[in-house]
């Protein structure tokens, strides 16, 4: 019924697929065994540090139209195809101190989780990766990267963030998340497209 070769065939791939000996093309079995999910930081912490000395975070989700997609995609030359967008609002005494959205990117392969802080006129804050799934990259973590996010807005030109060598991939994500972010604020808060 089968050829001696086919059967060779047919026994190697069963026990690959038993054993599990195929490794993914992008990597390595080195990096494989390093492949596991950094968490940085939990949302309670994240918020403490988005948020300092807030007596109240509130979560303000917002449905969004075809106006306002068009709006954010055309600030940070992206496609949006979420209908929603979640920001949560740091409080003190019931005034505004600040806004941050959670979001997730794909870095090489894997998502990026990373909350960015925007200050009221829409500048943003501070920029923090709360987990991290890639065994390459991680340095977009540093503040020497991260701090190039500071004080822009939806109107700045992402195009001149510094690149890290080797991390290529996860720089795009950072970019690509944060002007998306800034892009939303303004729309919504500051433009308050309908």
């Known amino acids: 019924m089968f050829s ?10 069963i026990v690959v697929s ?8 992008s990597f390595s079995e080195e990096e494989e065994k390093v492949l596991d999910v950094q968490v940085y930081l939990t949302k309670k912490q994240a ?4 948020f300092p000395g807030a007596d109240k975070i509130d979560r303000e989700k917002k449905w969004l139209t075809d106006a306002q997609k068009k709006a954010i995609g055309e600030l940070c030359l992206q496609r949006i195809e979420t209908n929603r967008i979640t920001f949560y609002v740091g409080k003190r005494g019931g005034v505004p101190i600040g806004y941050a959205i959670i979001d997730h990117e794909i870095g090489k392969s894997f998502p990026i ?13 501070d920029v923090e990766i709360m987990v991290y799934r890639e065994p390459r990259g991680w340095e977009v973590r540093y503040p020497s990267f ?11 030109d992402y195009r001149t963030v510094n690149s890290i060598t080797g ?22 808060y500051l433009s308050k497209t309908p």
């Open 146 to 156: 991260m701090d190039q996010f500071t004080g822009r807005t939806a109107d700045s």
């Open 167 to 188: 991390a290529t991939l996860s720089v795009r994500a950072m970019v690509k998340g944060v002007s998306r972010a800034t892009a939303a604020y303004k729309v919504l």
């Open 18 to 25: 038993i054993f599990g000996f195929f490794i993914p093309a």
């Open 113 to 125: 989780t990373f909350m960015t802080v925007l200050n009221e006129e829409g500048t943003v804050r």
């Open 47 to 50: 918020f403490e540090i988005a």
């Open 4 to 13: 001696s070769r086919s059967k060779t065939f047919l026994t190697f791939f």
